[in-house]
């Protein structure tokens, strides 16, 4: 059964990662739902959700088929995004190359792969004591904090400071995750064109 605070945190994980997709879709080329295009791939930041005690979201962008047309040369192209992903941190808890087919009209069919991420934050990384401390001093010494949510859910200001730094928090996350995804994906597009 979730708890109060994983309720919460789940709904100001959602408030950052919308965020993040408003942030990249004023950035970049904005498509339907939680979708953007950035240099010919199309990208798809999904809704968080709470399981047992960590925030979980995914992320995912379209193989170029395009560019890339040989089945073998498009599992060669996951295999690299695979790679690049692993290393470092904010690795996923898992890569797959699914394949979606659409078909909204039904009349037409399309098949499109993508490389889909899973990524998972512990509750309790979604904010920093520190952080909380330094900004709820702030706070309480008068100086505006417009981030810091006007809510009922909160009944005292550090509880809202709390609330404010987990959406900052997983907007950032969310934002890391996809830069690399996009870095990797440039990486390779480039690598298999040279």
């Not at 990662?17 to 408003?22: F, G, I, K, P, Y």
Request: some cysteine.
């Amino acid at each position: 059964m979730p708890t109060l605070k994983g309720l919460l945190f789940n709904q100001y994980a959602t408030e950052g990662l919308s965020a993040l997709v408003e942030e990249m879709q004023s950035s970049y080329t904005a498509k339907k739902g939680r979708r953007f295009n950035h240099d010919s791939i199309t990208y798809d930041i999904s809704r968080p959700y709470l399981k047992d005690n960590t925030i979980e979201f995914e992320i995912s962008s379209k193989i170029p088929e395009n560019e890339i047309k040989d089945p073998k040369v498009m599992q060669a192209y996951f295999e690299q995004i695979k790679k690049v992903l692993s290393k470092g941190k904010n690795t996923p808890v898992s890569v797959e190359m699914e394949n979606i087919v659409w078909d909204s009209r039904k009349d037409t069919e399309k098949k499109r792969n993508y490389v889909k991420l899973k990524y998972q934050c512990p509750l309790d990384d979604l904010f920093d004591n520190d952080v909380v401390t330094k900004r709820h001093e702030k706070v309480v010494s008068g100086q505006a904090d417009s981030a810091i949510p006007d809510t009922a859910s909160a009944f005292t200001p550090a509880g809202k400071v709390v609330l404010a730094v987990v959406r900052d928090t997983m907007q950032q996350f969310g934002k890391d995750c996809l830069v690399k995804l996009m870095e990797a994906n440039g990486q390779v597009k480039a690598s298999l064109k040279g």
